[in-house]
């Protein structure tokens, strides 16, 4: 599984951005998705994840409300819309695959991590 996450930016707060993670060869179909992210000099945190069906979807409390993850598996792809962002937001945001078609919040759950795409948000 190589998993690719796209669609950082800089934006200003109170925007909405949309990530997308997808894996080229087509392998995490069956597998759990979780985004999680990581801001300079704290720990990696868990933001959001979405079954392997998509029938069950996990926030973390700062995520809840303000970010939905879904995943399209006819086109490969999983997404974290991100609405109201705030200052506090500012990350790197990763996408991983779960070793299995469900995942918690552990970043021992996953076992599949993309690079990560920088998102900024200005207050």
């Known amino acids: 599984v190589q998993l690719q996450s796209s669609g950082g930016g800089f934006v200003q707060a109170g925007d909405s951005l949309r990530l997308t993670c997808t894996d080229p060869?087509?392998?995490?179909?069956?597998?759990?998705v979780g985004w999680f992210r990581q801001a300079p000099d704290k720990e990696r945190e868990f933001v959001a994840s979405?079954?392997?069906?998509?029938?069950?979807?996990s926030y973390a409390d700062s995520a809840k409300g303000r970010f939905t993850v879904s995943r399209d598996r006819s086109k490969n792809m999983v997404y974290l819309e991100m609405t109201s962002l705030k200052a506090e937001d500012t990350a790197v945001y990763y996408c991983?695959?779960?070793?299995?078609?469900?995942?918690?919040?552990?970043?021992?759950?996953?076992?599949?991590w993309g690079r990560g795409t920088l998102v900024t948000v200005s207050s």
């Open positions: 060869r087509r392998t995490f179909s069956n597998n759990a």
């Open positions: 991983a695959a779960g070793r299995g078609s469900f995942a918690g919040r552990s970043r021992y759950d996953y076992a599949y």
């Open positions: 979405v079954s392997w069906n998509a029938e069950r979807t």
